[in-house]
């Protein structure tokens, strides 16, 4: 490679171990693994166009080929700074790796309005008295705004957690959290203080939101934290620098620096989820665009495929992507850059031929296809599509313990698979009095958390329905991952509401955010009114389908549609401008758990209603009116082709006297 391509990387290496509160392990060992990446010869890239900081655990074997500085937040500002600065010209590549603990903060507004932000944690984080220094979430971005000023080719990866979320603080499993609670390790001795042009900057809410141009990576989703685990070596990494150091070591590229996400992005996003199917990658850009701080690209990245042997094909995406058997996809050379609407003459003309591949097997990450007709070759680039969704993938279903009764019973559903609790979306424990909890990812998770529902004894025989049913309760949270060709595209905030507005007041209110919550994003009080703002911060016309799986086991639609690019929209109830949505629990619960969920798709004429669901458990375990639901039907838990994104918030409902 040469010295001119050489000369235009910019990389900042940050990884902290050393927190006086909270200590973590893989931290510096995760920039250690990227650092190596960086220098080794498939990538180059010049020892001296490497900053690192770095604060290590005292006399802890690390790399020493590049000289670091403490990660505190004086550093971490400089170096940022600097990367806005002259140092950098256009056309270069900036690549930004943090690994580190994340944290939420209270934060004050002039009118003593308290809400939360999220913020990066440097290693002096609470070195000064009853002071938390933080990077905020909007400190953060508007360095990175600077740096994409000065060049379009930013990459940012973040090992670590951005929010609270639907915490798990403990550690389970030889995994431990990146999350310090700055609320109470250690506690501020007031919220921090923030101007009102910073209170209204919405597009600038989250670590690394909404600045153009910036490809972001996030090791979880915002209701999620990310964990670091010890691997066979004995080498303590983060989930997210692990995936990635693996999948592109394991690329035969020589040069490693035009490798795209796209061919990655799916192991690596198995990976993850096999060791923790609590943890979900996120990324906010473009697939096409490559690892190493790629330019930005409007190519339909597609689906990388290859000729094994014969009439065999092998497609890097699995059930994750909604490949699943019986798929039926077409296949494109390099061009043109973006995929036409779907079957029409100018899809049909770029297709290699008339003949579609159909999926034979996929596990969570790659598949296995054959062409339905004449075998063909591939050109270089080509790239897949989904045009024909197949079968359902099945829910991963633990029995905790393992009853041979049930097993049974669950054995003979074609939406069911039984697998180790390490690897299910969804359980069945059993307590002591003979009765099964339904939990998942978020209900039941950790002690206080209300489960979904619970199966008594006598209705033992309704297992399998119970479970199908939340087969299709989960159907709009299944495809909250699964959507992700405009990955980061929408944005969900509830705003606090009075009871009733008039249409002319609801239209110019400035109305706040509803609660944030500590372990969720948000928490309220029942009869609390509040009304849901969905923002498409994509340059897509979107129609948008709102959501709600609630803890009743109902899916909600609350509203649907159509949102222009870089606009939001405003859900009332039934559009009723004015009237808001009010949080309710179920009969005899003190708390309750619901999933909003909102679905974007550039088919405009794509009618999700069909995930609308009106049977509640209860009605299921208990066989009454509204329990069933036909599996024969022709719902299925892909999404379909096109293009689709999806984001979903938790909000966590308690009767007033449990605050």
């Not at 360095?143 to 929010?163: F, M, P």
């Not at 049974?408 to 069945?428: A, W």
């Not at 006598?458 to 199908?468: P, S």
């Not at 991952?481 to 008039?502: E, R």
């Amino acid at each position: 490679m040469s010295d001119q391509i050489q000369s235009n990387y910019h990389v900042l290496l940050i990884g902290i171990d050393a927190y006086s509160v909270k200590p973590l392990h893989g931290c510096v060992n995760d920039i250690d693994a990227i650092q190596r990446l960086l220098l080794g010869e498939r990538v180059a890239i010049p020892r001296d166009r490497i900053r690192r900081l770095a604060s290590p655990h005292p006399k802890s074997p690390h790399e020493t080929t590049v000289d670091s500085k403490p990660a505190t937040l004086a550093n971490m500002r400089t170096a940022l700074a600097e990367l806005g600065s002259e140092k950098v010209a256009k056309g270069d590549h900036v690549f930004i790796y943090y690994s580190g603990h994340g944290s939420r903060v209270h934060v004050r507004t002039p009118d003593k309005t308290i809400f939360h932000r999220e913020s990066l944690v440097p290693v002096d984080f609470n070195v000064l008295p009853n002071q938390c220094q933080l990077m905020l979430d909007f400190e953060l971005n508007q360095l990175l705004q600077a740096i994409t000023e000065r060049t379009s080719a930013v990459t940012v990866c973040l090992d670590c957690c951005n929010s609270a979320g639907a915490t798990r603080d403990v550690e389970r499993d030889g995994l431990v959290a990146r999350f310090i609670d700055s609320q109470s390790e250690p506690r501020l001795a007031e919220p921090l203080a923030v101007s009102p042009e910073i209170v209204r900057a919405e597009r600038l809410r989250g670590v690394a939101a909404g600045v153009e141009e910036c490809q972001v990576v996030a090791a979880c989703l915002n209701h999620e934290e990310a964990k670091e685990f010890t691997d066979a070596s004995g080498v303590r990494n983060g989930m997210l620098t692990h995936s990635l150091v693996t999948s592109l070591s394991a690329m035969p590229d020589n040069n490693l620096r035009s490798v795209p996400w796209a061919r990655i992005w799916q192991k690596m996003r198995a990976d993850v989820e096999t060791r923790n199917p609590w943890q979900h990658l996120w990324m906010a850009g473009n697939l096409a665009r490559n690892v190493i701080a790629g330019e930005p690209v409007a190519d339909d990245p597609g689906l990388s495929i290859e000729r094994t042997e014969g009439n065999s094909y092998r497609v890097y995406a699995g059930t994750l992507a909604s490949i699943t058997p019986g798929a039926m996809l077409a296949v494109y050379g390099d061009k043109p850059p973006k995929f036409p609407a779907l079957d029409s003459d100018d899809d049909r003309k770029a297709r290699l031929g008339d003949v579609l591949l159909k999926v034979t097997r996929a596990d969570r990450s790659t598949s296995f296809a054959e062409a339905d007709g004449a075998p063909f070759d591939l050109p270089p680039g080509a790239r897949g599509r989904l045009v024909r969704s197949g079968t359902p993938a099945r829910l991963r279903c633990a029995l905790v313990p393992q009853s041979n009764e049930l097993l049974t019973q669950l054995s003979s559903s074609p939406l069911l698979e039984i697998v180790d609790k390490s690897s299910s979306e969804v359980q069945l424990v059993r307590g002591a009095d003979g009765s099964w909890a339904l939990t998942d990812d978020v209900h039941g998770a950790k002690p206080g958390y209300p489960v979904l529902y619970t199966l008594r004894p006598e209705n033992i025989d309704r297992a399998k329905e119970v479970l199908e049913h939340y087969f299709y309760y989960a159907l709009p949270l299944r495809m909250a991952t699964l959507c992700s060709d405009l990955l980061g595209a929408l944005q969900v905030s509830l705003l606090a509401s009075p009871k009733n507005l008039t249409s002319e007041e609801a239209q110019a209110a400035e109305l706040p955010e509803a609660t944030r919550g500590r372990e969720f994003p948000y928490d309220l009080v029942a009869g609390d009114n509040f009304c849901i703002r969905v923002r498409n911060s994509s340059r897509e016309h979107l129609r948008v389908t709102l959501l709600n799986s609630a803890a009743s086991g109902r899916v909600q639609l609350l509203g649907d549609q159509e949102i222009d690019p870089n606009s939001f929209y405003v859900f009332w109830v039934q559009n009723n401008l004015g009237i808001p949505f009010s949080t309710t629990l179920p009969s005899g619960a003190t708390q309750s758990i619901d999933r909003i969920v909102a679905i974007g798709t550039t088919a405009l004429g794509r009618d999700l209603s069909y995930l609308r669901v009106d049977a509640r458990f209860a009605d299921v375990a208990n066989a009454t009116r509204g329990a069933g639901r036909d599996i024969e039907d022709n719902t299925t838990s892909s999404p379909p082709a096109e293009q689709w994104t999806a984001t979903q918030t938790i909000v966590r409902t308690v009767r007033a006297a449990a605050f």
